[in-house]
């Protein structure tokens, strides 16, 4: 399907004032390589920074992201969805396999990191740094938009973008759980 939006030269300006709104929200810079601190014999390395890919540059695209948020916005509260009994919570060895966004958020938020301030905010960091942009968009949609969490695709996510290993995104899940 294709769709044509034309915007007349009496809205533009409204158009990039909502854009420049939106990505005053972010930062313009984001670490593209995290500070190394100083050991013996070697001198601390600074932060890399780099811009910040999620920002919108133009007015078009701009457009297309707000239209597609309010289809997505518009499919979780009027899409019809088939009524089905809610399936019993998966746990496996004693990890849950889901978690909500809000549960995984508080508990990434109570989360210190070092070079971060808090686990959410070095997922974050660490999303909106990857190279591709179609894998960065995915990863850092699934991030701010998802309603769950599901353990393997965090599993996958958090060794690659963190460095963490099972265990402690096991802890993670079970802690949430709790939430």
């Known amino acids: 399907m294709q769709v044509l939006i034309a915007i007349n030269d009496a809205s533009l300006p409204g158009v990039t004032a909502a854009r420049a709104a939106y990505n005053a929200t972010l930062p313009a810079e984001i670490e593209v ?96 740094a990857i190279p591709d942009a179609q894998t960065r968009v995915v990863t850092v949609n699934y991030l701010m938009e998802s309603l769950h969490f599901e353990y393997p695709r965090v599993l996958a996510m958090a060794s690659q973008l963190l460095g963490m290993t099972a265990p402690q995104v096991d802890a993670v899940f079970i802690a949430a759980d709790k939430l």
Request: without cysteine.
């Open 33 to 128: 390589t995290p500070a190394v601190p100083a050991s013996e014999g070697a001198e601390a390395v600074p932060a890399v920074m780099g811009p910040n890919p999620v920002l919108i540059t133009t007015d078009a695209d701009y457009i297309v992201w707000v239209v597609g948020r309010a289809v997505e916005s518009w499919n979780r509260q009027h899409a019809t969805v088939p009524e089905a009994p809610p399936a019993p919570p998966v746990v496996v060895s004693g990890v849950p396999q889901q978690v909500t966004r809000r549960q995984a958020k508080t508990l990434m938020e109570l989360t210190p990191n070092a070079a971060h301030g808090n686990l959410w905010q070095a997922a974050l960091a660490a999303a909106n």
